[in-house]
Nanobody, 126 residues
Framework: QVQLVESGGGLVQAGGSLRLSCAAS????????MGWFRQAPGKEREFVAA????????SYTDSVKGRFTISRDNAKNTVYLQMNSLKPEDTAVYYC???????????????????WGQGTQVTVSS
């Protein structure tokens, strides 16, 4: 049973930083594409960041470029999202995702991912 568990969310003031973690279990994701998405109230889930370590491709949505960084620790089977210079518009539930054998499409799309975490709330106050 594949499981992704996010942690690290919380309440932070604008300009602050948070590091989200996504611990994977049930299989090794060292060669998989991993991504982060977010969903604000009343909005659709949107792409934030993703990385294909095999293809050495990293992608970020424009609004977070230069502020967010995706990374991983293979020994811990954990993916991170370092978020700096946070803004109120970054407020959302953040979800970790991992590709599976049936995933299709670019790494920026939800269809690429078959495994999802339960989400962690990030709230940025102004």
């Amino acid at each position: 049973q594949v499981q992704l568990v996010e942690s690290g969310g919380g309440l932070v003031q604008a300009g602050g930083s948070l590091r989200l973690s996504c611990a994977a279990s049930g299989r090794t994701f060292s060669s998989s594409v991993m991504g982060w998405f977010r969903q604000a109230p009343g909005k659709e889930r949107e792409f934030v960041a993703a990385k294909s370590w095999m293809a050495d491709i990293t992608s970020y949505t424009d609004s977070v470029k230069g502020r967010f960084t995706i990374s991983r620790d293979n020994a811990k089977n954990t993916v991170y999202l370092q978020m700096n210079s946070l803004k109120p518009e970054d407020t959302a539930v953040y979800y970790c995702a991992a590709e599976g054998p049936g995933g299709r499409g670019p790494i920026t799309t939800r269809t690429r991912y078959e495994y999802w975490g339960q989400g962690t709330q990030v709230t940025v106050s102004s």
